[in-house]
């Protein structure tokens, strides 16, 4: 009430400034100086310094439909800004938080996906994200907290008219067992009945997908390079040989994503000034997590100590990389810990700080070096986006064989006939076979921007 109470006399004054101004049509020297002092009120510029972490870098931007919250599909990206939305932000799923999963999406149109974890896949459905509009994934590593949405993926992907093969990138191991090209032969082999049975539908290469394995230790080496943009890689520290980090530059813009990981030296040399530098991380309280949890507080301490990053160590990381934002993940957002984990990181770094977590907070890049962070909107139930087609006509792939060319005549003859469970006038025409075995193209109803 005293704000609003404020407010109406700060409008009261302009207008009783005012007019004088308007009665006679000539600004006094009172007026000017009131209209310059008002003008200027709560810009700090460089008067002072507003805040203790959020300048110089951190601000919204005056094209973004709502500055608090991002709503899917209302704001179409500019030319050179950066779109960032964690689709799942932990390793283990609860209501509000999926298995590590991070969507960048480009002002070129191109998105990229960083991990597919547990429960992900239900937050591109939610923030309207059409599977036909992902054709790259970057996996860190092979635990399942961060890829085990892919057979999901692979296998739904072309029934939402993903019919091009699928780019997987992701590093080597120690043997070639542990490797991700091993791991999605055998992901394709576990899913051959899915493969065979939708293969009724048109497909066509999206069950044929690219790897593009690199050696783990293959320092600084280039992952991707196309059309502007930059993705290299390098090793990290994380339970076993295998584990990789990310940096992703384009326009200017630049984000690292560590992965998991023990505080790492490379991520300081490949890190430096980018804009964000996405960790994991967790609170330095083993013994009061482990109550929490009921975990023997010894097999927290020798997880994290051998595998992750404690806050502590983000905070040092962050203070000699200087990103414009510090982005904890990988984390159980609770609030009881929220505080002690930000105290953590600030005994080392004074930047600006947020969490990548829970699901669906969405980080812009943006401006001359700006960038925003906002919570995510989605409802609790949504239908699968529309695929994207930016052409103005569709091809449908043919389908490899009918359905019922993959059931035996035994197991069809079981089925009830329509007629006795179609009330009388309303039992449809049946559709049983693909009309045409071979390619089929029509104009596209569905021409729409990207957003």
Not at 153 to 173: A, E, H
Not at 330 to 356: I, L, M, P, Q
Request: hydrophobic fraction near 35%.
């Amino acid at each position: 009430m005293k704000i609003i109470n404020c407010f109406n006399i700060f409008l009261l004054a302009l207008i009783f400034l005012t007019i004088p101004a308007a009665l006679s049509q000539e600004p006094t020297p009172e007026m000017l100086k009131a209209k310059e002092f008002f003008s200027n009120a709560g810009i700090p510029g460089d008067k002072w310094k507003e805040g203790e972490t959020m300048q110089p870098h951190v601000a919204p931007a005056a094209h973004h439909s709502a500055s608090l919250l991002y709503y899917p599909n209302t704001e179409e990206l500019q030319e050179d800004e950066v779109r960032v939305i964690f689709m799942g932000s932990t390793y283990y799923p609860t209501q509000s938080q999926s298995g590590m999963s991070i969507l960048v999406q480009l002002g070129n149109g191109e998105n990229f996906v960083f991990d597919l974890g547990i429960g992900s896949l239900r937050n591109y459905n939610s923030m309207r994200i059409p599977f036909n509009t992902i054709d790259h994934v970057f996996f860190t590593h092979l635990h399942m907290d961060h890829m085990s949405d892919l057979p999901y993926f692979m296998m739904f992907r072309p029934i939402q008219s993903g019919w091009t093969p699928l780019n997987i990138y992701g590093p080597s191991g120690s043997e070639p067992r542990y490797g991700i090209t091993h791991m999605v032969e055998h992901m394709m082999e576990m899913t051959a009945w899915h493969q065979d049975s939708f293969h009724a539908w048109p497909i066509g290469e999206g069950y044929n997908p690219k790897v593009h394995e690199f050696d783990f230790m293959d320092e600084g080496g280039t992952a991707y390079e196309a059309n502007g943009v930059k993705i290299i890689h390098w090793p990290t520290s994380h339970t076993k040989d295998g584990a990789t980090s990310y940096r992703l530059d384009w326009k200017g813009r630049s984000i690292c994503y560590t992965g998991d990981n023990r505080p790492n030296s490379l991520t300081i040399k490949y890190c430096g000034g980018v804009d964000m530098l996405i960790s994991e991380v967790q609170t330095a309280t083993v013994s009061l997590t482990s109550q929490a949890l009921g975990m023997p507080p010894a097999i927290a301490a020798y997880t994290v100590d051998t595998s992750h990053t404690p806050a502590y160590g983000l905070g040092y990381i962050c203070e000699k990389t200087q990103p414009k934002v510090c982005v904890a993940t990988h984390y159980s957002y609770e609030d009881v810990f929220n505080t002690e984990t930000v105290a953590e990181v600030r005994h080392h770094f004074k930047g600006a700080f947020a969490f990548g977590a829970p699901d669906l907070v969405t980080f812009n890049l943006h401006g001359k070096g700006k960038v925003w962070w906002r919570e995510g909107v989605a409802a609790d139930s949504a239908q699968i986006p529309l695929p994207v087609f930016k052409t103005e006509t569709i091809t449908f792939p043919a389908p490899r064989h009918q359905v019922y060319d993959v059931i035996n005549d035994t197991v069809e003859a079981n089925e009830i006939p329509m007629e006795k469970w179609y009330p009388k006038g309303h039992k449809p025409e049946r559709v049983k076979e693909w009309p045409l075995m071979e390619d089929v193209t029509i104009p596209n109803p569905f021409k729409r921007s990207e957003k």
